[in-house]
């Protein structure tokens, strides 16, 4: 069974900090790892996503997230956050063995970015 | 279109009314899943369709609930005999075909916000 842990529901940041947002996850084999934004009144953007290689994976408006296999984690990252980056983040998991079977989506962290 | 499309956006009915919730996928994309977000709640997987193969419907939550896609394009969540359990944002999702990889991310519409007096 595959399944996605988001620890924190709420996570607040002042402008201009770092922001982490954090992601473990459970698969019976090996990971794709899937980072989604969603914004109020809007469906899930896409912003990164994991497949193989490098360990340090960059995406959409300068959010980047890290695979670290030994602890099963992917933890979202940006080195400055900004007030429009305030939103709901889903992680998301899907293994690799499994075809094009449904995202597992963990239950999500709102972030909030304060001025 | 250039992504998924949903309709309606918001829908208000009484209880125990039938509703169809329509989705347009990106065109060109095999996969369509069906998602259920419950306020300040996680996705809820409902059903997904896989090209011509069976969908899978180990999501939907009850037999008042049932999906079709047409043609493989359009697809359509009907719910009957509505509950107000049932208030939520239905969300679709497209994607390719993976072929050998199952990399492919899913992509989104905007949802229907389905409310149930």
């Known amino acids: 069974a595959q399944s996605v842990a988001q620890p924190e529901d709420q996570v607040n940041v002042a402008e201009g900090n770092p922001l982490t947002v954090k992601c473990t996850y459970s698969?019976?084999?090996?990971?794709?790892l899937f980072w989604y934004v969603q914004y109020p009144n809007r469906g899930l953007q896409f912003l990164l996503k994991?497949?193989?290689?490098?360990?340090l994976v960059k995406g959409s408006y300068g959010f980047e997230a890290e695979f670290n296999k030994s602890q099963t984690s992917f933890h979202l990252k940006k080195p400055s956050a900004l007030v429009s980056d305030s939103a709901l983040y889903f992680c998301?998991?899907?293994?690799?063995?499994?075809?094009?079977?449904?995202?597992?989506f963990g239950k999500g962290t709102r972030l909030s970015v304060i001025a | 279109g250039a992504g998924v499309s949903q309709s309606p956006s918001n829908k208000v009915t009484e209880k125990g009314k039938d509703v169809e919730l329509r989705c347009d996928p990106i065109s060109g994309h095999t996969a369509l899943y069906w998602y259920r977000q419950s306020l300040g709640q996680g996705l809820e997987f409902l059903i997904y369709f896989q090209g011509n193969s069976a969908p899978d419907k180990s999501g939907l939550p009850s037999d008042r609930f049932s999906a079709e896609r047409t043609g493989g394009s359009v697809s359509t969540l009907t719910i009957q005999r509505t509950q107000q359990e049932d208030s939520a944002v239905y969300l679709c999702?497209?994607?390719?075909?993976?072929?050998?990889?199952?990399?492919?991310?899913?992509?989104f519409g905007d949802g229907t916000r389905l409310s149930i007096l």
């Open positions: 999702a497209s994607s390719l075909r993976p072929g050998l990889n199952s990399n492919q991310p899913q992509h």
């Open positions: 998301a998991v899907r293994d690799r063995n499994s075809g094009n079977t449904p995202l597992v």
């Open positions: 994991y497949i193989t290689g490098d360990n």
């Open positions: 698969v019976s084999g090996n990971p794709y």
